[in-house]
């Protein structure tokens, strides 16, 4: 193959890379796989017939999707075994598929994808097919080898799903820069009750440290037990030196929420992100494990 057939194949993929890591992540829950997948697809892209694809952005999320439930059975054989709760890997200062018509396309906030992750891979695979990257259902079909009414249903029953889950009333984004900026003076200061006014009386809080970092094994209920969680973590912190504490916040976008990314006194990397509802934090988010956090830049 000729250098400037390749320079060519190269040029035509790049235009869909992002769209296509932003679906592979969805279907995943990791930016790394996502990454080997879009990696994969371009290799088939690159020694495909021209003639055979008509549509190159539909034919790669095609390609994309298939890889994606190949590597879900294997994906799921290793969360059975997690430790403690289990959240995608972060994706810090950065969005896909912004363009699209969907309300949901450009989304990738973590209550999205913990929902996703509750899916089965192809309902997942039909709405984000369908819904994110507008394959019609014929096409849809044709990329998961099932009817096209199986399909509408696979998808309508994830769409059910999404209904019930998504947050009735949408805080805006300056909402969650405002309590972002207050849970870290609360933090700074020292004092865990100063938390305790930013927090919903139900919100909770997840933390995922694969086995590998300080966490809960289970989301946290409720403000109060949130506001001891931090206050044991920041005691536990003390008589380790300082070297889990955190010494430094670069804000951040996380998951498309207002958040940080965080550096502990050893030179680790975190990332918290805040969910709000009705004015107040309604969740949050932090994750802690190593292997997620490879691409974060503090």
Same mark, same amino acid.
């Given at each position: ?21 932003g ?6 829950g ?62 810090v ?9 969907s ?68 805080? =805006? !984004?300056?909402? %969650?820069?405002?309590?972002?900026? +207050?849970f $870290?003076? @609360?933090?700074?200061? /020292?004092? #865990? ?44 912190? =003390? !008589?380790?030196? %300082?070297?889990?504490?955190?010494? +430094?916040? $670069?804000? @951040?976008?996380?998951? /498309?929420? #207002? ?16 969910e ?23």
């Open positions: 193959m000729t250098t400037a057939r390749h320079a060519r194949d190269v040029q035509e993929f790049e235009v869909h890379r992002h769209r296509l890591v679906l592979a992540y969805r279907m995943l990791s930016r790394t796989d996502a990454d080997d997948v879009v990696q994969d697809a371009f290799l088939r892209w690159h020694t495909a017939a021209r003639r055979d694809i008509g549509d190159p952005g539909r034919w790669l999320g095609t390609v994309v999707t298939r890889l994606c439930l190949d590597r879900i059975k294997s994906a799921r054989a290793r969360r059975e075994i997690y430790v403690g709760a289990w959240l995608p890997e972060p994706i200062d950065e969005s896909f598929d912004s363009e699209a018509g309300d949901v396309a450009h989304d990738i906030s973590v209550a999205l994808m913990l929902t996703l992750e509750r899916l089965s891979p192809l309902e997942r695979a039909a709405f984000l097919l369908h819904d994110v990257f507008e394959l019609d259902f014929t096409e849809v079909a044709r990329a998961l080898e099932r009817t096209e009414a199986a399909v509408r249903q696979l998808a309508s029953r994830a769409r059910d799903h999404l209904r019930r889950d998504k947050p009735r009333f949408p805080a =805006s !984004a300056e909402t %969650g820069r405002t309590l972002a900026a +207050a $870290r003076a @609360a933090a700074e200061s /020292g004092d #865990a009750h100063a938390l305790l006014p930013l927090l919903a009386e139900d919100a909770v809080l997840v933390t995922d440290g694969g086995g590998r970092k300080l966490a809960a094994l289970n989301p946290i209920l409720g403000a109060d037990k949130i506001m001891r969680f931090f206050r044991g973590v920041a005691r536990k912190s =003390s !008589a380790q030196d %300082g070297a889990a504490a955190v010494v +430094a916040f $670069r804000p @951040a976008t996380v998951n /498309g929420m #207002a958040g940080f990314v965080l550096k502990e006194g050893d030179g680790a990397i975190a990332t918290i992100a805040f709000p509802r009705d004015g107040k934090i309604g969740a949050i988010y932090l994750v802690r494990n190593p292997e997620k956090l490879r691409h974060v830049k503090f």
